[in-house]
């Protein structure tokens, strides 16, 4: 089990940071004892600290193809829950997410995947909570790699389905979950689309289950695409050229960052924050939790976002 791996690789690095700590002040080797003192205050730090951060961080999309009605109208954005890491003294941080995503009083409420970090029951813990989120039109969501039957176990990423039990719970919750389809929001005469794929990451590691095209039959003219592996949106969003704004998580900024900047975006691959090619956008966000519970540098976030018309 992925658990068992993780306790044990945990096990094994305090085991060894310890070792290096007393081998470097016995010997006096100050350099050595700095750096073992530096990796103690990150994990430290990121275990008991940082994991229980939360920052509301405001941002304004612009378009000229933005219906006038929805001018100002206003969507909170949060992913990667991964609510099974919400245990002890960490459940506070989802009830202030909760509370947080609440009080901006959105129009709309989106989820871009991760919500369990293994299997449903870990989301059943923490229903009544989550199901108190509310939103002028509703919830919308969909699902993450680790939303997918015993994903953790599987070697390929494509011998793994959709689970049925947490669509079944997000269902339950009152969320609107889609899996390659597409709700129409209405403000008088004036309509958007809010779309959703099936998680596509690399077929391989992650499943590959997004259909633009089937997502987005019969939308309107204007529309917003929620797909959990922001790799997706080179590789499928922008050649079908309709989403003008991708919504997406994943890749949690990696939990990790110095100053800003993560080593992941060593990748070049979209990692974090704001992506354009031509008259489409992709926003990245760092995500909220996390299988493993350590943040340091890339604070869990909940995002709000106002679309404005682009004069």
């Not at 941080?93 to 871009?112: C, E, G, K, W, Y």
């Not at 293994?118 to 229903?127: D, G």
């Not at 633009?212 to 917003?224: E, W």
Request: glycine share 10%; proline share 3%.
């Amino acid at each position: 089990m992925i658990i068992i791996r993780f306790i044990i690789i945990t096990v094994l690095f305090v085991i060894a940071l310890t070792a290096i700590t007393i081998w470097a002040y016995k010997r006096r080797n100050k350099l050595v004892m700095a750096g073992a003192a530096v990796v103690w205050y990150i994990a430290l730090y990121g275990t008991f600290i940082g994991f229980q951060k939360l920052e509301v961080n405001h941002h304004t999309y612009t378009s000229a193809s933005l219906p006038k009605a929805f001018d100002g109208y206003k969507i909170v954005l949060f992913s990667d829950a991964h609510v099974g890491s919400y245990r002890g003294m960490n459940r506070r941080v989802l009830q202030r997410a909760i509370d947080s995503i609440n009080a901006q009083h959105p129009d709309m409420i989106v989820f871009t995947g991760d919500l369990q970090n293994v299997k449903p029951e870990e989301i059943l813990q923490h229903e009544n909570l989550l199901k108190s989120l509310k939103a002028k039109d509703g919830v919308y969501s969909v699902l993450g790699n680790h939303d997918y039957d015993k994903y953790l176990y599987q070697k390929d990423g494509l011998n793994t389905e959709p689970c049925r039990e947490t669509i079944a719970l997000e269902k339950r919750m009152g969320w609107h979950l889609m899996q390659n389809e597409h709700h129409i929001i209405k403000r008088g005469n004036d309509s958007i689309t809010i779309a959703g794929m099936d998680n596509d990451g690399d077929g391989k590691r992650f499943p590959q289950r997004g259909d633009v095209k089937k997502a987005l039959s019969g939308a309107t003219p204007f529309v917003i695409m929620l797909e959990h592996d922001p790799s997706a949106w080179r590789r499928k969003i922008v050649p079908d050229g309709r989403a003008q704004l991708t919504l997406s998580g994943h890749t949690h900024n990696m939990q990790f960052a110095l100053f800003g900047w993560s080593p992941m975006k060593l990748s070049g691959k979209e990692i974090n924050g704001w992506y354009t090619e031509g008259k489409q956008s992709l926003f990245v966000t760092a995500g909220l939790g996390g299988l493993i519970p350590f943040r340091f540098g890339a604070t869990g976030e909940i995002v709000v976002l106002k679309l404005k018309i682009k004069e």
